[in-house]
């Protein structure tokens, strides 16, 4: 059964900081990986979305990578911003039915 | 515009009394699904369609009923039977031809009173 783990749980940085958020995998047979974020209360918002045979996908200050042999993903966001504060979920597809496992985000504080 | 709808946005129920969830949408998805989250946690899979009259259960599927008579229309029941229903409901869906990227609606909030 596929397993995913995101670190940290939470995270608080000063504005203008890069930083990275991770998430790893425990079946490497997935089709794609998706990042998303949540603002309190709301749905779930996509922000990048790697198919397996890809490395990388970048929009605007984000970039994610996908490691599939290691099950790892990261999404560094460059010159962070107060408004970039929300929890960021990253999900595998995988399986016949192409179903998403969540990890358990990570809580992003910016503070200004 | 293209999305997911899902209905009523905030919903209480009394214990012993089934409610239904409506999740509507107008992308051409073969595949709909609905998910459970608890504060601080993440999704959990309830019960998933990949097509019309066809479903399957998730990972926390005691409890829940679905039916998928329409290609758009893929509602959520929480019988009694569910011991702890107090969650956030999100709806989603996903198809080939989008490629694979999976959609959510803006989620509803049931709380047992």
């Known amino acids: 059964k596929q397993e995913v783990t995101q670190i940290p749980a939470a995270l608080s940085v000063p504005e203008g900081e890069n930083l990275v958020l991770n998430c790893s995998f425990t079946?490497?047979?997935?089709?794609?990986l998706q990042w998303f974020r949540q603002d309190p209360g709301k749905g779930l918002t996509s922000l990048l979305l790697?198919?397996?045979?890809?490395r990388e996908q970048t929009s605007g200050r984000l970039n994610a990578s996908l490691d599939k042999s290691s099950g790892r993903s990261t999404l560094y966001i460059a010159a962070s911003q107060p408004g970039d504060s929300a929890t960021y979920l990253c999900a595998v597809m995988g399986g016949s039915a192409r179903q998403l496992t969540f990890g358990s985000g990570t809580q992003l504080t910016v503070l200004p | 515009d293209g999305g997911i709808t899902q209905s009523p946005k905030y919903l209480f129920r009394k214990e012993g009394q089934n409610v239904t969830l409506s999740c509507e949408q107008n992308?051409?998805?073969?595949?709909m699904y609905w998910y459970r989250q608890d504060p601080g946690q993440g999704l959990r899979l309830i019960y998933y369609s990949q097509i019309v009259n066809d479903f399957q259960k998730g990972d926390i599927a005691e409890g829940y009923s679905v039916s998928r008579e329409k290609k758009e229309s893929f509602p959520l029941t929480v019988t009694s039977a569910q011991k702890n229903p107090t969650a956030f409901y999100l709806c989603a869906s996903t198809g080939q031809h989008s490629g694979n990227t999976i959609y959510f609606g803006e989620g509803s909030w049931l709380t047992v009173v």
């Open positions: 079946d490497s047979a997935i089709y794609n």
């Open positions: 790697i198919q397996s045979s890809q």
């Open positions: 992308l051409n998805h073969d595949a």
